[in-house]
Nanobody, 128 residues
Framework: QVQLVESGGGLVQAGGSLRLSCAAS????????????MAWFRQAPGKEREFVAC????????NYADSAKGRFTISRDNVKNTVYLQMNSLKPEETAVYYC?????????????????WGQGTQVTVSS
Protein backbone atom coordinates (compact mmCIF):
# COMPACT_ATOMS: atom_id res chain seq x y z
CA GLN A 1 0.00 0.00 0.00
CA VAL A 2 1.04 3.55 -0.68
CA GLN A 3 0.16 6.40 1.62
CA LEU A 4 0.11 9.98 0.39
CA VAL A 5 0.06 12.99 2.68
CA GLU A 6 -0.43 16.50 1.31
CA SER A 7 0.67 19.70 2.99
CA GLY A 8 1.15 23.35 2.17
CA GLY A 9 -2.42 24.46 1.67
CA GLY A 10 -3.83 27.56 3.29
CA LEU A 11 -5.34 30.96 2.74
CA VAL A 12 -3.78 33.26 0.17
CA GLN A 13 -4.85 36.45 -1.55
CA ALA A 14 -5.60 36.51 -5.24
CA GLY A 15 -2.35 36.79 -7.17
CA GLY A 16 -0.40 35.07 -4.44
CA SER A 17 1.52 31.80 -4.45
CA LEU A 18 1.50 28.51 -2.60
CA ARG A 19 3.66 25.42 -2.78
CA LEU A 20 1.96 22.13 -2.09
CA SER A 21 3.88 19.03 -1.10
CA CYS A 22 2.88 15.38 -1.15
CA ALA A 23 4.96 12.86 0.76
CA ALA A 24 4.66 9.21 -0.18
CA SER A 25 5.33 6.24 2.05
CA UNK A 26 4.87 2.52 1.76
CA UNK A 27 5.25 0.67 -1.50
CA UNK A 28 3.71 -1.86 -3.80
CA UNK A 29 5.44 -5.13 -4.68
CA UNK A 30 8.35 -4.54 -7.01
CA UNK A 31 7.70 -0.83 -7.28
CA UNK A 32 8.96 2.30 -5.58
CA UNK A 33 7.98 5.95 -5.60
CA UNK A 34 10.27 6.61 -8.54
CA UNK A 35 8.11 4.23 -10.60
CA UNK A 36 4.82 6.03 -9.97
CA UNK A 37 3.23 8.59 -12.20
CA MET A 38 2.20 11.39 -9.85
CA ALA A 39 -0.51 13.97 -10.23
CA TRP A 40 -2.44 16.74 -8.58
CA PHE A 41 -6.21 17.11 -8.80
CA ARG A 42 -8.56 19.54 -7.15
CA GLN A 43 -12.21 19.58 -6.17
CA ALA A 44 -14.26 22.65 -5.39
CA PRO A 45 -17.54 22.45 -3.45
CA GLY A 46 -20.32 21.12 -5.64
CA LYS A 47 -17.98 20.33 -8.51
CA GLU A 48 -16.33 17.23 -9.85
CA ARG A 49 -12.70 16.45 -9.18
CA GLU A 50 -10.57 17.94 -11.94
CA PHE A 51 -7.08 17.31 -13.20
CA VAL A 52 -4.42 19.94 -12.52
CA ALA A 53 -1.03 18.47 -13.41
CA CYS A 54 0.92 15.22 -13.66
CA UNK A 55 4.51 14.11 -14.01
CA UNK A 56 5.93 10.95 -15.47
CA UNK A 57 7.90 8.44 -13.50
CA UNK A 58 11.00 8.34 -15.71
CA UNK A 59 11.50 11.25 -18.13
CA UNK A 60 10.09 14.03 -16.02
CA UNK A 61 7.53 14.78 -18.68
CA UNK A 62 4.65 16.87 -17.44
CA ASN A 63 1.10 17.63 -18.45
CA TYR A 64 -1.04 20.51 -17.23
CA ALA A 65 -4.65 21.50 -17.40
CA ASP A 66 -5.08 24.51 -19.64
CA SER A 67 -6.02 26.60 -16.62
CA ALA A 68 -2.71 25.76 -14.95
CA LYS A 69 -0.32 26.24 -17.83
CA GLY A 70 2.18 29.01 -17.29
CA ARG A 71 1.30 29.46 -13.62
CA PHE A 72 1.67 26.04 -11.97
CA THR A 73 4.72 23.78 -11.92
CA ILE A 74 4.75 20.14 -10.87
CA SER A 75 8.02 18.54 -9.82
CA ARG A 76 9.23 15.52 -7.93
CA ASP A 77 12.12 14.48 -5.71
CA ASN A 78 12.56 10.73 -5.91
CA VAL A 79 15.06 10.76 -3.05
CA LYS A 80 12.58 12.41 -0.71
CA ASN A 81 9.61 10.51 -2.18
CA THR A 82 7.84 13.81 -2.58
CA VAL A 83 5.96 15.57 -5.35
CA TYR A 84 5.36 19.31 -5.38
CA LEU A 85 2.98 21.76 -6.96
CA GLN A 86 4.13 25.36 -7.16
CA MET A 87 1.12 27.59 -7.78
CA ASN A 88 1.55 31.21 -8.78
CA SER A 89 -0.91 33.97 -9.62
CA LEU A 90 -3.70 32.15 -7.85
CA LYS A 91 -7.31 33.05 -8.57
CA PRO A 92 -10.36 32.93 -6.27
CA GLU A 93 -12.00 30.34 -8.51
CA GLU A 94 -9.12 28.00 -7.73
CA THR A 95 -10.31 27.62 -4.17
CA ALA A 96 -10.61 23.88 -3.68
CA VAL A 97 -9.28 20.84 -1.90
CA TYR A 98 -6.13 19.75 -3.70
CA TYR A 99 -5.39 16.04 -3.88
CA CYS A 100 -2.21 14.18 -4.65
CA UNK A 101 -2.50 10.91 -6.56
CA UNK A 102 -0.22 8.07 -7.62
CA UNK A 103 -0.63 5.79 -10.60
CA UNK A 104 0.89 2.35 -11.07
CA UNK A 105 0.43 2.61 -14.81
CA UNK A 106 3.49 3.41 -16.82
CA UNK A 107 2.03 6.26 -18.85
CA UNK A 108 0.81 9.64 -17.71
CA UNK A 109 -2.92 10.18 -17.67
CA UNK A 110 -5.22 13.05 -16.78
CA UNK A 111 -8.15 10.83 -15.81
CA UNK A 112 -8.85 10.28 -12.10
CA UNK A 113 -9.68 6.67 -12.92
CA UNK A 114 -6.05 6.17 -13.89
CA UNK A 115 -4.81 6.73 -10.37
CA UNK A 116 -4.59 4.04 -7.75
CA UNK A 117 -3.76 5.93 -4.56
CA TRP A 118 -5.01 9.23 -3.22
CA GLY A 119 -4.15 11.50 -0.35
CA GLN A 120 -6.66 13.09 1.99
CA GLY A 121 -6.31 16.50 0.39
CA THR A 122 -5.24 19.94 1.50
CA GLN A 123 -7.48 22.99 1.43
CA VAL A 124 -6.45 25.96 -0.69
CA THR A 125 -8.49 29.13 -0.27
CA VAL A 126 -7.86 32.12 -2.49
CA SER A 127 -9.47 35.34 -1.32
CA SER A 128 -10.43 38.14 -3.67
Amino acid sequence: QVQLVESGGGLVQAGGSLRLSCAASGRTPGRTFSNYVMAWFRQAPGKEREFVACISWNTGSTNYADSAKGRFTISRDNVKNTVYLQMNSLKPEETAVYYCAASLRWVITTAPEGYDYWGQGTQVTVSS
